[in-house]
C-alpha cells in the first residue's frame, strides 16, 4: 500500500507564502504524473499543478504566475510553492499521483491552507 505523506501548510496572511511538501513511499508504482489539487469549503476539488513524466506542467488559471510546482520523480518527491496568497486561496490541498498501468491513483491525507489576517 502507498503511504504518502504530507507537510507544511498552516495560517498565513493575505500576500504571504507558504511550501507544501509531498512523499510517496518506495513501493509506488511507476509514476505518470504528480501534482496538487485543492478542495475549499462547499466546493468540488480541483486541479491546481501537476507535472507530467515527461517534464510537462499544467497549472489551473488561479495558479499561474503564484504557485510552481517542484519535485523529483526518481525519490517521489512533490513541493508546491505558493506566493502572494489570497483568502480565497484557503483549501484543503491534497498531494496526487497518477501511474502507469491500472493502478489507481494515490491522495494525500490533505494539509489545511488558510489564509486570513
Known amino acids: 500500500q502507498v503511504q504518502i505523506v504530507e507537510s507544511g501548510g498552516g495560517l498565513v496572511q493575505p500576500g504571504g507564502s507558504l511550501r507544501l511538501s509531498c512523499a510517496a513511499s518506495a513501493s509506488v508504482n511507476t509514476i505518470y504524473s504528480m501534482g496538487w489539487y485543492r478542495q475549499a469549503p462547499g466546493k468540488s476539488r480541483e486541479l491546481v499543478g501537476l507535472r507530467t513524466y515527461l517534464g510537462n506542467e499544467d497549472y489551473s488559471e488561479f495558479a499561474k504566475g503564484r504557485f510552481t510546482i517542484s519535485g523529483d520523480m526518481d525519490k517521489k518527491t512533490i513541493d508546491l510553492q505558493m506566493t502572494s496568497l489570497k483568502p480565497e486561496d484557503t483549501a484543503v490541498y491534497y498531494c496526487?499521483?497518477?501511474?502507469?498501468?491500472?493502478?489507481?491513483?494515490?491522495w494525500g491525507q490533505g494539509i489545511e491552507v488558510t489564509v486570513s489576517s
Open positions: 496526487h499521483f497518477r501511474y502507469m498501468g491500472p493502478a489507481p491513483d494515490s
